[in-house]
């Protein structure tokens, strides 16, 4: 009969007691086996993480709970838990209303709060909330993106995956992911930015309004002036004046006006950073004629709802008759006429508050009489070489042979 002990598997260091240690005579160091070794009187774990790299942990004074923590340890990095994915099976969507929006929400302003929170309630969480974090794969986001770019503007899916690639990036960076599967997607290719500028008569009609012919249902016809209620036409101007964002304007803060010195400080901005511009003399005057509460935290205009202000502004564009006009094309305006003005490009930045130089040039329009007048300089130098005592002709160039 074959004894059993003889072809059993050989014990290991994890499956015995250690031996004993005399007491009052501790080793500095006994290296024991399979992760395992003892420093005066503590049993370290000695384990390669998932990270790729060793590491060494104090784990118990006695062997038989050193030998548990090793254990409990080597199987956590096979789920990955160690250095590597926290509640590895959290949802999106979890995470999401756990841990993502509480942490993040404090340091958007309220207009932004508004917009990631559309694009996570409409888009994001619809289409990935049951699906567990881990298990998300790049082949699913770029069919989501082509699925979004056959229904909206490449600029609007651009502001959706951002928002998604910013999420998985803080799982990442918390270590509910390794890495984001949204990092190599691509931006969607965007349309040209929209050209639109005002006419001096569309500026003129914007302010101060004008006489339109109306039609009845029964064909009857009349004359009506049409402006703007007082409220948008302070908007309107200091829309112009400034440079300025619609939700810049909605948060100017009296404290935030410095008629001395001649200057708006814009404290709530897209970037987040504070900006101080000058202030014209046309703004300056309007300003001087409000009312200035004593609370300096009192909003220089009217208050008003952001989507309450671009209506009233797209109802008296449609009684103009204006085309194509929106209240953010009167930014553009102010930078187009900064531009033709012949005013630098690192100066027109600093007062519409751009970090990056391509953005500006997006607003920097010139207009085709400006671009008549430019070539102007060409026209002269042209009749200058033309002068009597000069040829009086321009050659072609010689043909080669």
Known sequence: MTDERAVSEPETALDVAAPPVAAGKHRHRRRGRDGLFQRNVWWWIDYTGADGKRHRKKAAPDYQTARLVYRDTVAKIARGEVLGVREEGIKLGDFVEKKYWPTIKASLSTWEQRRARMI???????????????????????????????????????????????????????SYLKDSPARPVKRAKEAPGRVRYLTAEEREQLLNGADVEITAKDGRKWTAHQCPSPVLRLYILAALQTGARRGELLNLRWADVDMKARRLTFRVTKNGEARTVPMTDTLREVLLALPRPLDTEAHVFPEREPQVLTRSFARLVGRLGLKNLRFHDLRHDAASTLTMAGVPQRTVMAILGHRDPRMTMRYQHVSPDHLREAVYALDAAGREALQPGSSGTISAPARRG
């Not at 699906?131 to 503007?153: C, F, H, K």
């Open 120 to 174: 996570l309630d409409t888009q994001i969480l619809p289409h990935f909330g049951g699906t567990r974090l881990v298990g998300l794969r790049r082949e699913e986001i770029e069919r989501w993106q082509a699925e979004r770019l056959a229904a909206v503007s490449g600029s609007t899916v651009n502001k959706e995956v951002m928002r998604l690639k910013h999420l998985l990036n803080r799982a990442v960076a918390w």
